[in-house]
Nanobody
Framework: QVQLVESGGGLVQAGGSLRLSCVAS????????WAWFRQAPGKEREFVAG????????YYSESIKDRCTISRDNARNIVYLQMNSLNPEDTAIYYC??????????????????WGQGTQVTVSS
């Protein structure tokens, strides 16, 4: 099974920015849709953003859509999540996910069959 590897997390002050990256272990891996989810301590995992691989259609959570941008580099098989104006409520483990079949439930974890190990994002006040 293909592995997804996230990077780019870390500690940042409120108001700062981070760019997360996700790369598949197999360069030939192709997914219909890639997404970022996050899970804060004591909370359920939530959808952050998604992007289709071919058309580049993007989807965002209402809670963060004005502060983040998801993008992809088809040639390098990498997906990015640029996050700006971070606040302490954004502190969470951020997970990359990929689905080989697109579905209208793109904001649900059940759609995705490949997941990364997660990268920690901590925003200090």
């Amino acid at each position: 099974q293909v592995q997804l590897v996230e990077s780019g997390g870390g500690l940042v002050q409120a108001g700062g920015s981070l760019r997360l990256s996700c790369v598949a272990s197999e360069r030939t891996f192709r997914a219909m849709i890639w997404a970022w989810f996050r899970q804060a301590p004591g909370k359920e995992r939530e959808f952050v953003a998604g992007i289709t691989w071919t058309g580049g259609q993007t989807y965002y959570s209402e809670s963060i859509k004005d502060r983040c941008t998801i993008s992809r580099d088809n040639a390098r098989n990498i997906v990015y999540l640029q996050m700006n104006s971070l606040n302490p409520e954004d502190t969470a483990i951020y997970y990359c996910a990929a689905a080989t079949i697109w579905g209208s439930d793109y904001d649900r974890g059940r759609r995705y069959n490949s997941w990364g190990q997660g990268t920690q994002v901590t925003v200090s006040s």
